[in-house]
């Protein structure tokens, strides 16, 4: 079993800056692919950016291309989300997923969740 506590939310002006991270417990996190999930109020959790087993691979949806980058430190056993240039619309509670298999954008297949951590974009 995996536990993960997200960190590094805040409010922020539309084209700051943050960076997220994902502790997670446990010494199997090299098991696991990652991904970076996000939910505004009254919508449903969308995907942001995953990130493989070592690092080597990395996927994002559209909405965040080129802005966000997501990374992962094994011996740290911690997921990072750098946000760049944000924007308003990027407010939501952030969700960092575990997943045993490479399927990014697919929230039903993540097994294991933190708490969120929320992120607000002021315009």
């Known amino acids: 079993q995996v536990q993960l506590v997200e960190s590094g939310g805040g409010l922020v002006q539309a084209g700051g800056s943050l960076r997220l991270s994902c502790a997670a417990s446990?010494?199997?996190?090299?098991?696991?692919?990652m991904g970076w999930f996000r939910q505004a109020p009254g919508k449903e959790r969308e995907f942001v950016g995953a990130v493989d087993w070592v690092g080597t691979r990395t996927d994002y949806a559209h909405s965040v291309k080129g802005r966000f980058t997501i990374s992962r430190d094994n011996a740290k056993n911690t997921v990072f989300l750098q946000m760049n240039s944000l924007k308003p619309e990027d407010t939501a509670v952030y969700y960092c997923?575990?997943?045993?298999?490479?399927?990014?954008?697919?929230?039903?297949?993540?097994?294991?969740w933190g708490q969120g951590t929320q992120v607000t974009v002021s315009s």
């Open positions: 446990g010494r199997t996190f090299s098991s696991y692919a």
């Open positions: 997923g575990a997943a045993v298999a490479w399927v990014p954008s697919r929230v039903n297949l993540y097994a294991y």
